[in-house]
């Protein structure tokens, strides 16, 4: 089947707008990730989920930062009130089970925030 | 704090020789390490893993070696083909955990 994938893949926005990045993971996932990739930087974890157990939101650098997953489908992950330094890749990948290592990802969403 | 580094961030060599990239990591909790690679304008793809329990672990033209008491992990390409021209990115996890740490990328480029 499908990979991962994402949408938009590239979104400008304007300092202090609302962002909402959308994820489709591998079909029978039950695992989702979020990362980001800053310019110059590795892969930055912000967000997991497993199935219906509650979300590790341990890496969200701030309360601007949400993610949601409805069950064993799509995420989004939004950004309020973007920052200038909120502008990276934000990469989506998916697993087959919370324990299993091998991530698959997508091709991520470029955003740059003006 | 950067837990796990990739000191080089350029890696060039020709056409059917051996490629090295190198990775060196800060948590001792760190017990399995996985190698992706990534071609532009797309995502990281899964190319080798090895348990910390192990030493070696080879896949084709591929194999990782990981020296627990260094906290080091190296990944080999033999022979090197102008397809492996890609950003290599090392990574780590502790436990059963899926948290994965990424180092900041080593960008590959085999030339002919």
């Known amino acids: 089947g499908a990979g991962v994938s994402q949408s938009p893949s590239n979104k400008v926005t304007e300092k202090g707008k609302d962002v909402e990045l959308r994820c489709d993971p591998i079909?029978?996932?039950?695992?989702l990730y979020w990362y980001r990739q800053r310019l110059g930087q590795g892969l930055e974890f912000l967000i997991y989920?497993?199935?219906?157990?509650?979300?590790?939101k341990s890496g969200l650098p701030s309360d601007r930062f949400s993610a949601e997953r409805t069950g064993e489908s799509v995420s989004t992950l939004t950004i309020q009130r973007t920052q200038q330094e909120d502008s990276a890749v934000y990469l989506c990948?998916?697993?087959?089970?919370?324990?299993?290592?091998?991530?698959?990802f997508g091709p991520g969403t470029r955003l740059l925030v003006l | 704090d950067q837990q796990v580094k990739q000191n080089s961030p350029s890696l060039s060599v020709q056409e059917g020789r051996i490629s090295i990239l190198n990775c060196d990591y800060t948590?001792?909790?760190?017990?399995?390490f996985l190698w992706y690679k990534k071609y532009p304008a797309e995502g990281p793809t899964f190319l080798i893993s090895?348990?910390?329990?192990?030493d070696k672990n080879e896949d084709g033209r591929f194999t990782v070696f990981l020296n627990k008491s260094a906290k080091h992990l190296s990944l080999h390409i033999v022979p090197s083909q102008p397809g492996d021209s890609a950003v290599y990115f090392c990574?780590?996890?502790?436990?059963?955990?899926?948290?994965?740490?990424f180092g900041t990328g080593t960008q590959l480029k085999v030339e002919l």
């Open positions: 990948a998916s697993s087959l089970a919370g324990w299993t290592e091998t991530q698959y």
């Open positions: 079909s029978g996932h039950t695992a």
């Open positions: 989920f497993q199935g219906n157990s509650a979300p590790d």
């Open positions: 948590n001792s909790m760190f017990d399995y």
């Open positions: 090895i348990s910390s329990i192990k």
């Open positions: 990574a780590a996890k502790a436990g059963g955990g899926n948290k994965l740490t």
